[in-house]
């Protein structure tokens, strides 16, 4: 499966963005699709992730409730809505795919990569 990441741009704190990632090949509900995010420096880090199947979600912070990961099946894409967004959610995004059952938060267990899409917030 090729992924394609796109949404990202500038907004202001405490605005939204909806990040899509799109696929050709198969449909992305046969894998765990997972969000990451590298802010200049730092390391990758996980940011939520929908299962196979199902579509259980999973987030880095369950309590906080800004980002929404969904899906759309005959589309063939994956969503990550980001609402209420803070200077600190600066970074490129990262969707990702694997071929593995189950949850997972760690990036080395991802197959497959799209190319990144820059989110700039302003403060």
């Known amino acids: 499966v090729q992924l394609q990441a796109s949404g990202g741009g500038l907004v202001q704190a405490g605005g939204s963005l909806r990040l899509s990632c799109a696929a050709s090949?198969?449909?992305?509900?046969?894998?765990?699709v997972g969000w990451f995010r590298q802010a200049p420096g730092k390391e990758r880090e996980f940011v939520a992730s929908?299962?196979?199947?199902?579509?259980?979600?999973r987030y880095a912070d369950p309590d906080e409730g800004r980002f929404t990961v969904s899906r759309d099946t005959a589309r063939k894409t994956v969503y990550l809505q980001m609402n209420n967004l803070r200077p600190e959610d600066a970074a490129v995004y990262y969707c990702?795919?694997?071929?593995?059952?189950?949850?997972?938060?760690?990036?080395?267990?991802?197959?497959?990569w799209g190319q990144g899409t820059l989110v700039t917030v302003s403060s």
């Open positions: 990702a795919a694997r071929d593995g059952s189950g949850y997972s938060g760690d990036d080395d267990q991802y197959d497959y």
């Open positions: 090949g198969r449909s992305l509900s046969n894998y765990v």
């Open positions: 929908i299962s196979k199947g199902t579509g259980l979600t």
